[in-house]
């Protein structure tokens, strides 16, 4: 067997091309790899799909010593030692899955210096042991692989991350990378900051997915919708479908077996064989859709998922952004679609309200939600949005995303919301009950139901103003004001209450513009495909 270590007088292109089969190097990989090569530290934000493994792994074959790669993806580990074994990279890890004995050989495999690349679970580092161990072999580097874990209000924190700032002090000399798909500046400050980065080079990948198309519909019959676009656009194609829930992962993918699509559920409240079982035949079948909570996802590389539906909403852009980065890695056009409605804004300001934390950490939760909130109401270009929200200024639209391809209708709505807004105020004057969106609608509509009638309020001078409207569209105008902050919900029951801002409106001191909401479920965008 020939060295799989790169030989003395190779440069990186030569490891490239010999080890990974590649012609040439993307975007800025090159500049990487030649920085840590040469004992640089860097901090390396790539989309997913980018190619952020080659920038540890081409200088771990060509510094000497062991890489010792730290990543939170237990589960993937063995894949990506299988990955590396089959281009004849020798590479072991080390996590809580391995028996007593494999663990002693990768051991001794990486104080003989007889592996270029040692993968960790964070946690590991923690251990005295793995302390211990690590001071008796000969460390090429650190690569930190989902280096957002670090962040504490982050999506996706761990606290082992936390610890990870040791590396430093303890091994001053070893050069360190830490990689991430999601960062915003904010992120990738605290990511520096955290892991003591200070003299790291800064390596800022474009955002952009362009071959993605960005499109967000109104929530009616989610499923139904759902099912819609995966015959319409991507019959017998690979996909995932984000729910909130395990209860409705169950049901969303009951439901699409039932109608005949290939679907797979995941969560973690299955049971670790099956979860296993659910992600191989995901990654290793042709056209399976599957159905998960956002505990799915994060490392898997399958490069032909053509689409990611959410059924319901993410609770920041961060995340959208990573969960609909795993459509369309190999590059071919891919949808993400999200569906979302006035239910989604009541039920997540609700879990902000009840969430554990100070009252910071609620308030960065809101503003997490609102930047979502404001991409879902946008009648701008939504890549656009999403770009600047990643701090790359966008110019023009992009030509492939919903309100591209048909650019939504807004409308003046500062005349319903006061219908609205006062129709609030009168309930909670009058009686300071708990009456949430679909009350308020039914008095608007001039709706005499048992509720309404019990209540006498029929009697309200707002009963019956509001039937310009049709249901959906003043579903629209409650769903718009949640988001724009102009009207708020409260406790178990969705109650509906004013703001501060909503006096801006009632007093006329504020016009509010509406994204006009479609007739009919909108057009499966077919366009641009
Ligand atoms: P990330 O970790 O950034 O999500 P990966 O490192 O898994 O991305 O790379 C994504 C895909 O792109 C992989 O299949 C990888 O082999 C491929 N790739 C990476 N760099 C190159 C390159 N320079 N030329 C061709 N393919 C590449
Ligand atoms: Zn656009």
New binding site residues.
Partial sequence: MDSPTALRTETPLDV?RRV?G?????GF?QEVVELVTGGGDALVL??????????YQIPALLRDGVAVVVSPLIALMQDQVDALRAVGVRAGFLNSTLDLDTRALVEAEFVAGEIDLLYLAPEALSSRATLNLLDRGRIALFAI?EAHCVAQWGHDFRPDYLALSMLHERWPGVPRIA?T?TATSATRQEIATRLKLTEARHFVASFDRPNIQYRIVSKREPRKQLLALLRDEHAGEAGIVYCLSRASVEKTAEFLVANGIAALPYHAGLDGATRAANQQRFLREDGLVMVATIAFGM?I?K?DVRFVAHLDLPKSVEGYYQETGRAG?DGLPSTAWLAYGLQDVVQQRKMIDTSEGDAAHRRNLAAHLDAMLALCETVRCRRGQLLEYFGQPASGGCGNCDTCLEPPESWDGTIAAQKLLSTVYRLHRERNQKFGAGHCIDILLGRSNDKIVQHRHDALSTFGIGADLREGEWRGVVRQLLAEGLLAVEGDYGTLVLTEASAEVLGRRRTVTMRREPERPAATGKAGR
Wanted: aromatic share 12%; net charge neutral.
């Fill in positions: 490239l990974f590649y012609d040439s190097f993307r990989q790539m989309p997913t799909g980018g190619g952020k493994s080659l920038c692989d990689l798909a490392g590389d490069p890695r």
